[in-house]
């Protein structure tokens, strides 16, 4: 049985694997696009489309996120203009690259490698910080304690919409 030209176990495991992936990373408050290409380049996906869906995974997840910042009031549009003129041309000069690799039938490999590579860096790059900045010694710290009580009226309506909830197990901490 198929719905919009897929079959219907196929739909679900997108479903389900998109699910988790916004469910996990919502957490982490990233997207989880890094895990699509990947994962649509093992079903056996070519190079192209799994880039090209991880990127639109990308897009959706931050025209939301930019959406809510910017109600928020913490979107510099200064900054905006130009990470987008930088990632225009950035993606422009990858998908020229794919391209190239996938002539030379390379660009499935290359790409994996690049992820691993990629991503191994950006753990590296977490575990060294999580050393550095909780090494135990309060001295060098990065977390600062607050000077004093915060302004209820700096608190967004969100936010205190959460905070009135009461779903036990409750507990506050003392200062």
């Given at each position: 049985m198929e719905l919009f030209g897929i079959a219907l176990m196929t739909l679900a495991l997108f479903v389900s694997f998109g699910f988790m992936v916004g469910v996990l990373f919502g957490?982490?408050?990233?997207?989880g696009s890094f895990l699509v290409t990947p994962a649509l380049l093992v079903m056996g996906y070519p190079a192209r489309v799994a880039v090209g869906s991880g990127m639109a995974?990308?897009?959706g997840t931050a025209m939301i996120a930019t959406l809510k910042h910017r109600d928020l009031g913490q979107v510099d549009y200064k900054l905006g203009g130009l990470m987008i003129v930088g990632t225009t041309s950035g993606i422009e000069v990858g998908s020229r690259i794919v391209y190239y690799l996938e002539e030379l039938g390379l660009a499935s490999g290359a790409i994996g490698v690049t992820y691993v590579v990629l991503l191994g860096a950006v753990g590296l790059f977490?575990?060294?910080?999580?050393?550095?900045n909780d090494g135990g010694d309060d001295s060098s710290s990065s977390h600062h304690e607050s000077d004093g009580e915060?302004?209820?009226d700096a608190i967004p309506p969100l936010a205190k919409r959460i905070q009135s909830y009461r779903i036990p197990p409750m507990m506050t901490v003392a200062g």
């Open positions: 957490f982490f408050g990233m997207g995974f990308v897009f977490v575990i060294r910080n999580a050393l550095v915060i302004d209820p």
